[in-house]
């Protein structure tokens, strides 16, 4: 995680950098509605303030009416203590209808910028290289993302309402409070104000920094949560039920204590910040008591001194946690655009064309790859598959043999030579395209917590009910799906996990039927399987490769008997290719492998 790595002297100029990135889903040159509704929210706001800043001189005057210091004043005797009085209701109940209405113009607003940030990261992350996902953790992944948005919301209306607004307000009161009374009552105020924004900005400051620390162990702990839950099957088996929950405890143990110092500083902050604004409140009201003790203000301008007093302690007492929050979600929004930042390692160039296939032939020229740099893979493989022909890549564990799948899906890119279909470079066309020409059947299938069907629809988008159910016929799958009491309904649970290995597999198969591709990689697509489960998958497999240029990808050799070609990969290199009679005839590393897997069926 980078959260740790990112200092409080940072975070100043990320959190502007941050706030610029937001700016452009608030003021946006192509949708005019937004600015509108921009402006008006901002003009509600303000009409708000001047209303609430005006408030106060009802209430003085309804109290030096009551108070008989009305004196001259036409519009104080014209009104009277009780229309003053009602004068002050309808103030207050219109400061708050311009605050919802201003609300309501802003909402629509705000919740169009969360969801083009939500689907911005969200296409963003798929668009991300299968490097980036296997070495990211799903947990804190989704963290990121949730924290990152919610920060986006916060921000946008607490930004806009709070901070903002808090600064006009106390202006115009500092004006208010110069004009009517006395300098050195805005030289207190304003005293207060700096030592409370000095105090609430420094301890805040410090709690942002717990509250990062208590973030990281919260996105640890979600993380162990899911991981656990994810592999449930895997704990249950080896009973771990009791060392995943104290695992788990470990991580809520680092959240406790990090909450609890979250909590004591949180008392402090406000105890201090409660301090400050009573001293001044003292101060102040101590002064006006004296001014009406010697005649130069009426009771009315003590009270009014007294409201104004209170309206900058509420919007005081809200600015340590608007401040804090702000921080906390700048933090959370960083880390999501420092996600959306990371460009992904497999992207489509500039020029990239959809990929025309015209038979379907696959080749890799002299493919060089490794994961890392400093551990190669591939050394040099050349294999060519032509159009309409099945080839088995065969081997020991580590030899290579799925890396060449995940190539040719174009999950990695090769370190070098190339890998082509039609002749075409598959780093020369979309990636949408590509992925189009392949159908993959995998070792373990992996199914959405949906229905059957749309399992199988998954395989093409609009594919109506009836094909749908031909190619569950065709994967052998149909009777079953019928004989369950939903039907293509029944649902198949977190990761298909209420369906067995071989239904899995026929949902697979017949999903990739659904669509329809030119080439097909069945990469280890049985070797999960019992023997008479893989027979009749195996059937299935080889209806499913009719017509199509088939690779098959596979650790069991009796699985790959009747392919046209096989190609035997050790270490990275070819070192064996011909059909399944003459590789046995040339009594090599084929084989050995044959021979090998004989013996231990027969043991």
Same mark, same amino acid.
């Given at each position: 995680m980078r959260?740790?790595?990112?200092?409080?002297?940072e975070m100043p100029k990320d959190g502007w950098r941050t706030i610029r990135r937001v700016m452009p889903y608030l003021w946006p040159d192509d949708e005019p509605w937004v600015k509108q509704r921009v402006v008006l929210a901002m003009l509600a706001l303000l009409l708000a303030k001047l209303i609430a800043v005006g408030t106060p001189f009802f209430y003085k005057a309804a109290v030096d009416a009551l108070a008989g210091e009305v004196h001259d004043d036409a519009w104080l005797l014209a009104y009277g203590a009780v229309g003053l009085t009602v004068a002050y209701g309808v103030a207050r109940l219109m400061n708050v209808g311009f605050q919802q209405l201003r609300d309501v113009i802003f909402a629509r607003v705000a919740q169009r910028a969360l969801r083009q940030l939500a689907l911005k990261t969200f296409q963003h992350i798929h668009r991300m290289s299968m490097r980036y996902h296997i070495t990211r953790k799903t947990g804190g992944l989704s963290r990121i993302i949730e924290r990152g948005v919610k920060g986006v919301e916060f921000l946008l209306r607490f930004l806009l309402f709070s901070i903002?607004?808090?600064?006009?307000?106390?202006?115009?009161?500092?004006?208010?409070?110069?004009?009517? !009374?006395?300098?050195?009552?805005?030289?207190?105020?304003?005293?207060?104000?700096?030592? *409370?924004?000095? !105090?609430?900005? &420094?301890?805040?400051?410090?709690?942002?920094?717990? &509250?990062? @620390?208590?973030?990281?162990?919260?996105?640890?702990?979600?993380?162990? =949560?899911?991981? #656990?839950?994810?592999?449930?099957?895997?704990?249950?088996?080896? +009973?771990?039920?009791?060392?995943?929950?104290?695992?788990?405890?470990? =991580?809520?143990?680092g959240y406790e204590d990090a909450a609890l110092k979250t909590s004591y500083s949180l008392a402090f902050l406000n105890f201090g910040q409660s301090f400050l604004i009573t001293s001044g409140l003292v101060v102040v009201m101590v002064m006006a008591a004296m001014g009406v003790q010697s005649g130069a203000l009426s009771v009315g301008d003590f009270v009014m001194v007294n409201a104004y007093m209170i309206q900058i302690t509420m919007p005081l007492n809200f600015l340590g946690t608007v401040y804090r929050e702000i921080r906390q979600a700048l933090v959370d929004m960083s880390e999501m655009f420092r996600l959306l930042d990371q460009a992904p390692d497999v992207t489509d160039k500039p020029s990239a064309k959809a990929l025309t296939v015209h038979g379907g032939a696959v080749a890799f020229e002299d493919v060089q790859f490794g994961y890392d740099a400093d551990?190669?893979?591939?050394?040099?493989?050349?294999?060519?598959?032509?159009?309409?022909?099945?080839? =088995?890549?065969?081997?020991? #564990?580590?030899? +290579?043999?799925?890396?060449?799948?995940?190539?040719?899906?174009?999950?990695?890119?090769?370190?070098?030579?190339?890998? @082509?279909? /039609?002749?075409?470079? $598959?780093?020369?066309?979309?990636?949408?395209?590509?992925? +189009?020409?392949?159908?993959?059947?995998?070792?373990?299938?992996?199914? !959405?917590?949906?229905? $059957?069907?749309?399992?199988?629809? *998954?395989?093409?988008?609009?594919?109506?009910?009836?094909? $749908?159910?031909?190619?569950?016929?065709?994967?052998?799958?149909?009777?079953?799906?019928?004989?369950?009491?939903?039907? *293509?309904?029944?649902?198949?649970?977190?990761?298909?996990?209420?369906?067995?290995?071989?239904?899995?597999?026929?949902?697979?198969?017949?999903?990739?039927?659904?669509?329809?591709?030119? $080439?097909?990689?069945?990469?280890?697509?049985?070797?999960?399987? /019992?023997?008479?489960?893989?027979?009749?998958?195996? +059937?299935?497999?080889?209806?499913?490769g009719q017509g199509r240029t088939v690779i098959m990808i596979a650790h069991r050799l009796s699985t790959v008997a009747d392919a046209d070609r096989i190609i035997v990969l050790e270490d990275g290199q070819v070192v064996e290719e011909g059909t399944h009679a003459e590789l046995l005839a040339r009594r090599d590393r084929y084989f050995g492998l044959w021979q090998r897997q004989v013996s231990e069926n027969v043991a």
């Amino acid at each position: 995680m980078r959260r740790s790595s990112l200092t409080t002297t940072e975070m100043p100029k990320d959190g502007w950098r941050t706030i610029r990135r937001v700016m452009p889903y608030l003021w946006p040159d192509d949708e005019p509605w937004v600015k509108q509704r921009v402006v008006l929210a901002m003009l509600a706001l303000l009409l708000a303030k001047l209303i609430a800043v005006g408030t106060p001189f009802f209430y003085k005057a309804a109290v030096d009416a009551l108070a008989g210091e009305v004196h001259d004043d036409a519009w104080l005797l014209a009104y009277g203590a009780v229309g003053l009085t009602v004068a002050y209701g309808v103030a207050r109940l219109m400061n708050v209808g311009f605050q919802q209405l201003r609300d309501v113009i802003f909402a629509r607003v705000a919740q169009r910028a969360l969801r083009q940030l939500a689907l911005k990261t969200f296409q963003h992350i798929h668009r991300m290289s299968m490097r980036y996902h296997i070495t990211r953790k799903t947990g804190g992944l989704s963290r990121i993302i949730e924290r990152g948005v919610k920060g986006v919301e916060f921000l946008l209306r607490f930004l806009l309402f709070s901070i903002g607004p808090l600064i006009l307000e106390l202006l115009l009161i500092g004006i208010v409070l110069w004009t009517l !009374f006395d300098v050195w009552y805005l030289a207190v105020v304003v005293a207060v104000i700096a030592a *409370y924004v000095f !105090f609430t900005f &420094r301890v805040t400051e410090w709690r942002v920094k717990q &509250r990062m @620390k208590m973030n990281e162990q919260d996105t640890d702990a979600n993380q162990k =949560a899911i991981d #656990s839950l994810l592999n449930v099957e895997t704990v249950r088996y080896f +009973g771990a039920a009791d060392r995943e929950a104290a695992r788990y405890d470990a =991580a809520m143990a680092g959240y406790e204590d990090a909450a609890l110092k979250t909590s004591y500083s949180l008392a402090f902050l406000n105890f201090g910040q409660s301090f400050l604004i009573t001293s001044g409140l003292v101060v102040v009201m101590v002064m006006a008591a004296m001014g009406v003790q010697s005649g130069a203000l009426s009771v009315g301008d003590f009270v009014m001194v007294n409201a104004y007093m209170i309206q900058i302690t509420m919007p005081l007492n809200f600015l340590g946690t608007v401040y804090r929050e702000i921080r906390q979600a700048l933090v959370d929004m960083s880390e999501m655009f420092r996600l959306l930042d990371q460009a992904p390692d497999v992207t489509d160039k500039p020029s990239a064309k959809a990929l025309t296939v015209h038979g379907g032939a696959v080749a890799f020229e002299d493919v060089q790859f490794g994961y890392d740099a400093d551990r190669p893979i591939l050394k040099g493989v050349s294999v060519e598959v032509p159009a309409g022909q099945s080839v =088995a890549i065969v081997g020991s #564990s580590g030899a +290579g043999k799925s890396t060449i799948g995940r190539l040719l899906f174009r999950f990695y890119d090769v370190t070098s030579g190339a890998v @082509k279909i /039609d002749g075409q470079d $598959i780093r020369e066309v979309t990636q949408d395209s590509l992925h +189009g020409a392949i159908g993959v059947v995998p070792q373990d299938t992996v199914l !959405f917590n949906d229905t $059957i069907g749309y399992n199988i629809a *998954y395989g093409r988008e609009g594919a109506t009910q009836a094909e $749908i159910e031909a190619v569950a016929k065709a994967a052998q799958i149909h009777d079953f799906i019928k004989s369950l009491p939903d039907g *293509y309904e029944t649902t198949v649970g977190e990761r298909g996990l209420k369906l067995s290995g071989g239904e899995k597999q026929r949902v697979g198969i017949a999903r990739t039927l659904l669509k329809d591709p030119p $080439i097909l990689l069945l990469d280890e697509a049985t070797s999960a399987l /019992d023997s008479e489960t893989e027979e009749g998958i195996q +059937g299935a497999l080889a209806r499913a490769g009719q017509g199509r240029t088939v690779i098959m990808i596979a650790h069991r050799l009796s699985t790959v008997a009747d392919a046209d070609r096989i190609i035997v990969l050790e270490d990275g290199q070819v070192v064996e290719e011909g059909t399944h009679a003459e590789l046995l005839a040339r009594r090599d590393r084929y084989f050995g492998l044959w021979q090998r897997q004989v013996s231990e069926n027969v043991a």
